[in-house]
């Protein structure tokens, strides 16, 4: 029995689960990012929409086709050089001098507006695959504890067998590790189940198809956060790609507003024409001589009522977008201040479980285990000191994956890496 209790401890003093650096890997978190940003389906999506957007810039700032048009008299129209027949024209529109610039800032800022709609989606795509990551790394570490506490429980199961069967303990404490084994088992297999889920969403980021899986992700990232939530905040007004598209609309507004004040002015459209007409009808010395013309025409802006309101609708266009930008800045701010509230407490929580729950159940159980040994404890408070370290265990686990999912959010917020 005395080769049991070892045993017991022996296992005991395996269960200790301290992340460690990022393993380097196929299926290390940086390759699993690297490898959705390549493959994701929507951000190859929205690739293609930047693409299509920035090729608007070309065609709003250019000038219209010019017009070539062409008339036959159905009855010559006579003149003294003899009768009118064929009519080549052409006329090109000019728009009013800084119209066309105009338009392609404005179409600029929509190429701006599409870029950052693509970085947030980059954005927004690594950090759900670091969320499913760090799920994978609390489900593997679980089922390895739960796994080692397994094999613990065989050993306190066959320690309470040999009492029983020397006389020295009861039949209702190997009963009692049975059921605590099958707890276990099941467990596990609510684990197991949940890794499944946790793999498939995995697989749906990375653009992964059949029945490609995921290794299991033994260590994490444990380098402490340091900026401050005021360093934080800074950095989220420079970076955070929502604010960035937000700006672009405001500009966009400003040129708008510019647009639409040229439009009181008119634009101005110039055309030639050439008329061919047949020689040998007369007998004057320019007889069949081809005439041309040039002409310049613009547009009236007299309804200046439809002009102010184009003005109008512009500048309150501006207004909206500024006060959505203002609404932008102090939701981001109130999201950052909340998910630093929140890392801090996972901090302490993860500190608090290493520090002292943890080493505290371990002594616990080693007594238990020592005063079991001499029979002065009892079988079930002995399952209780066990299944205590293993759920400090588990929920240190978690924790930790909480704490770095807690960075993440923390990075998707203010809209760069800073780790």
Request: proline share 2%; charged share 25%.
């Amino acid at each position: 029995m005395k080769y049991i209790i070892l045993k017991a401890i022996l296992l005991l003093q395996c269960i200790v689960v301290y992340a460690q650096q990022r393993e380097v890997g196929e299926d290390s978190l940086g390759g699993l990012i690297q490898e959705a940003l390549r493959n994701n389906l929507l951000i190859q999506s929205f690739e293609q929409r930047e693409r299509a957007m920035s090729q608007r810039v070309q065609q709003v700032s250019s000038l219209d086709d010019p017009v070539l048009g062409y008339a036959r008299w159905s009855s010559s129209v006579e003149t003294r050089v003899g009768p009118q027949q064929n009519v080549f024209m052409l006329s090109q529109r000019l728009p009013f001098f800084g119209k066309l610039r105009l338009k392609g800032h404005m179409a600029k800022q929509d190429v701006e507006v599409a870029q950052q709609a693509y970085e947030i989606v980059r954005r927004d795509v690594a950090y759900e695959v670091k969320v499913a990551y760090f799920d994978l790394f609390w489900i593997d570490q679980s089922l390895d504890i739960l796994e080692e506490y397994h094999r613990l429980l065989q050993s306190f199961r066959e320690v309470a067998t040999r009492k029983y069967a020397t006389g020295a303990g009861i039949q209702a404490n190997v009963l009692k590790a049975r059921v605590e084994i099958s707890s276990i088992e099941e467990r596990r297999l609510s684990f197991a189940k949940m890794r499944e889920g946790a793999v498939a969403r995995l697989k749906a980021l990375l653009g992964r198809e059949g029945k490609a899986q995921i290794g299991a992700v033994s260590t994490i990232d444990t380098t402490l956060y340091t900026l401050s939530e005021q360093e934080l905040l800074r950095n989220a007004m420079d970076a955070r790609q929502e604010l960035q598209a937000a700006q672009a609309k405001i500009k966009r507004a400003d040129f708008g507003i510019q647009l639409a004040k040229r439009n009181y002015w008119p634009d101005l459209t110039l055309s030639a024409a050439y008329i061919t007409i047949p020689g040998g009808r007369t007998v004057v010395p320019d007889d069949g001589k081809d005439p041309w013309s040039i002409q310049a025409s613009i547009n009236l802006p007299m309804w200046f009522g439809k002009r102010k309101a184009a003005v109008e609708e512009a500048r309150a266009a501006r207004n909206a977008n500024r006060m959505s930008y203002k609404n932008l800045k102090n939701e981001v701010e109130a999201e950052i201040r909340d998910l630093y509230a929140r890392l801090k407490a996972a901090e302490q929580t993860v500190s608090l479980y290493r520090i002292q729950l943890i080493p505290d159940a371990e002594r616990t159980l080693r007594s238990s285990l020592s005063s079991y040994q001499t029979g002065t404890l009892d079988f079930l408070s002995l399952l209780d000191s066990e299944r205590m370290l293993l759920q400090f265990r588990l929920a240190y686990i978690k924790e930790l994956a909480n704490y770095r999912q807690q960075i993440a959010g923390l990075q998707r917020a203010v809209g760069r890496e800073f780790l």
